[in-house]
């Protein structure tokens, strides 16, 4: 890997930063598909590209959601409660997410979620012209809990995502504001990221002449550029997001959702 490819990488984990603590989400929308053009580019197979870009991503969260969740713990914009009753549930999908990566067609679970997340998306922004609020606390039963809860980290680690863009979306449908709503969906991301990195360190067969420095299907090269600017990018990302009118950060929000969702559809269809 070049100089300019590693430093390419930094900045993307810089910027990839800033969104994980503004919206609480991991940064892994913007991170996998720079991961894919840089290994693609030095020569690796598509299909071995995407899986390393995935678990790669998956590992740089684990650095993105500490630095968040420091940041928006300050402001007391984390519901622990909440975030406790979901971990098993995040930690068991998000495992099941990572060994079901290597064998699951990719292309198409990026077009359901894509299209899951316009839908989502349009719903917040409808939520912001004068409908109001579900009442704080109103969540579903706890099963209920623990089966959104896993297949949130699933399909986090099965796409290299923190588990953010969903879980902000749903804990506002459950009454959070939409602050406390992306700091506890930044803990989302690393109680996902823990255990779906351990997944995809599982030694694969890999080509290590194109990608050398690899445990599993993690590059450690790649892990360490994109990490090292997400560690400054998410807690300025977590400031900004204290900062900001609630609506107007919902806005934000589902705006940056559906542009996403729409990029992950093309992705899906036009490959």
Do not use: C
């Not at 709503?181 to 694969?204: C, D, E, K, S």
């Not at 990490?227 to 950060?249: H, R, V, Y």
């Amino acid at each position: 890997m070049t100089l300019t490819a590693i430093l390419v990488l930094v900045l993307t984990g810089l910027g990839a930063g800033f969104a994980g603590g503004l919206f609480g989400i991991g940064g892994g929308v913007v991170i996998v598909p720079a991961l894919y053009a840089a290994f693609t580019g030095m020569g690796m197979a598509e299909d071995e590209a995407i899986k390393t870009a995935i678990a790669t991503s998956m590992a740089t969260i684990i650095v993105t959601s500490i630095r968040s969740v420091m940041r928006h713990h300050r402001h007391d914009n984390v519901d622990w409660p909440v975030l406790k009753a979901w971990m098993p549930g995040l930690a068991v999908g998000a495992v099941l997410g990572s060994v079901f990566a290597r064998y699951i067609d990719g292309q198409v679970l990026t077009g359901i979620f894509g299209a899951g997340l316009i839908l989502l998306a349009t719903q917040r922004l409808m939520s912001t012209r004068g409908h109001k609020q579900t009442q704080e606390g109103a969540l579903p039963s706890q099963p209920a809990q623990h089966g959104i809860a896993g297949a949130v980290g699933a399909f986090s680690s099965l796409l290299g995502i923190g588990g953010g863009v969903i879980g902000v979306l749903l804990l506002t449908q459950f009454g959070r504001s939409v602050h406390r709503a992306v700091g506890t969906a930044a803990g989302f991301g690393l109680v996902i990221a823990i255990p779906g990195t351990l997944g995809y360190l599982w030694p694969a067969a890999t080509d290590t002449e194109v990608m050398p420095w690899r445990i599993g299907l993690v590059s450690i090269v790649g892990f360490l550029a994109i990490a090292s600017g997400t560690f400054f990018g998410a807690p300025i990302g977590a400031s900004t997001a204290a900062k900001l009118d609630a609506k107007l950060l919902t806005r934000i929000f589902a705006s940056y959702a559906a542009l996403t969702g729409i990029l992950m559809l093309k992705e899906a269809v036009f490959g």
